[in-house]
C-alpha cells in the first residue's frame, strides 16, 4: 500500500491545468483535484483515469480514491505501459458519459439523479487496499467489482454490442443463459440442478444479471475468488481459472480472446505505468 501525505490546506492551480489540486499525495500517476463539474456539488473531490472521472464526497478517504484509481488504470492497461490495451473500449467508455462515484454514507447518492450519464457506486468502507496485501482474504476490495462493472457495462457492452452487450442474444448472454441452466428472466426458484451461476437478488434484472456474470467470470480467470468460495457460492460456483474454462468454455473464450484486450492479471491498486 502507498503511503499518502495530506496536504489539506494546499490549494494550487496549475497555468496548464485550470483544475485545482487538492490533494497531490505521493502517487506517481494521479492527482486529487477539485471538483467542478455542474449538478455534482456533493462530490467535491475527483481523478481523472484515462479521462475517466472518479468523484468522491469529501468523507472518502484520498488513499481509498487514489486506490480506485489505480485499479481503474490496470483493468484499461493491464500490461501498465501508459496506453490503454483496447482503445475502443475506452471511447466507448467517454461516450457514454462513464464514472465512479464514490460515498460514505449511502445518503451521498441521494439527488445525483442524471448528473452523470452513466455512472457506478463504489463505497469508501468496502475499498479494501489491504485485501491485496494480507494474502487476499478478510474483507473483500469491492473496487474490484464496481470499477470492473463501469467498464464492462458503459465499455465492452457498447464496443461490442452484438458480443459483450447486455441483452439477450449476444454471445455473452447467451454463455450466461447457459450458466444459469436457461433463459430466464425472472429469478427462478429454485435454479435448475447445475447451474452454477445463481444469483437471487430480486432487484436485479436480466442485464444486471450479464454484467454480474462477466465480472464473476473475469475474476474467477484472475484468481481474485479463489479464497472466497464459501462467500460467493450461493451466486457463483466457479471461482478459480480452472473452473471456469473446464465448466464455462464460453465465457472463458470470450474473455480470455486476445483481441478484446482484457486484463490477464489482477489490479492490486499499484499502477507503475
Given at each position: 500500500m502507498k503511503n499518502i501525505f495530506f496536504w489539506s490546506l494546499l490549494i494550487l492551480v496549475s497555468s496548464c491545468n485550470k483544475n485545482v489540486v487538492i490533494d497531490p499525495g505521493n502517487d506517481p500517476n494521479f492527482t486529487i483535484v477539485a471538483n467542478e463539474d455542474s449538478?455534482?456539488?456533493k462530490f467535491v473531490k475527483?481523478?481523472?483515469?484515462?479521462d475517466i472521472s472518479i468523484?468522491?464526497?469529501?468523507?472518502v478517504d484520498d488513499n481509498r480514491l487514489?486506490?480506485?484509481a489505480n485499479v481503474?488504470?490496470?483493468?484499461?492497461?493491464?500490461?501498465?505501459?501508459?496506453?490503454v490495451d483496447n482503445p475502443v473500449v475506452l471511447t466507448a467508455m467517454q461516450n457514454a458519459g462513464a464514472a465512479i462515484v464514490m460515498w460514505k454514507k449511502e445518503r451521498d447518492l441521494n439527488g445525483l439523479g442524471n448528473s452523470i450519464s452513466t455512472a457506478q457506486d463504489l463505497?469508501?468502507?468496502?475499498?479494501?487496499?489491504?485485501?491485496?496485501?494480507?494474502?487476499?482474504t478478510g474483507q473483500f476490495d469491492a473496487s474490484l467489482e464496481e470499477v470492473f462493472h463501469i467498464i464492462s457495462a458503459a465499455g465492452y457492452a457498447n464496443?461490442?454490442?452484438?458480443i459483450f452487450g447486455e441483452m439477450q442474444g449476444t454471445s455473452l448472454a447467451d454463455a450466461m443463459d447457459i450458466a444459469r441452466g436457461g433463459n430466464f428472466t425472472s429469478i427462478p426458484n429454485p435454479y435448475p440442478a447445475g447451474a452454477w451461476y445463481t444469483y437471487d437478488d430480486a432487484t436485479c434484472d436480466y442485464r444486471c444479471m450479464v454484467t454480474e456474470y462477466i465480472y464473476w467470470s473475469l475474476t474467477s480467470i484472475l484468481g481474485a475468488q479463489e479464497n472466497r468460495l464459501n462467500e460467493i457460492d450461493q451466486?457463483?460456483?466457479l471461482n478459480t481459472r480452472d473452473l471456469v474454462e473446464t465448466n464455462d468454455p464460453a465465457v472463458y473464450e470470450l474473455l480470455t480472446d486476445p483481441q478484446y484486450g482484457f486484463p490477464t492479471v489482477l489490479p492490486d491498486g499499484t499502477y507503475m505505468r
Open positions: 449538478g455534482l456539488k475527483k481523478v481523472l483515469v484515462f468523484y468522491a464526497v469529501a468523507e487514489l486506490h480506485a481503474m488504470a490496470q483493468y484499461l492497461d493491464n500490461d501498465e505501459d501508459g496506453t463505497g469508501n468502507d468496502e475499498t479494501i487496499i489491504d485485501w491485496h496485501t494480507n494474502g487476499q464496443a461490442y454490442p452484438s451466486e457463483w460456483d
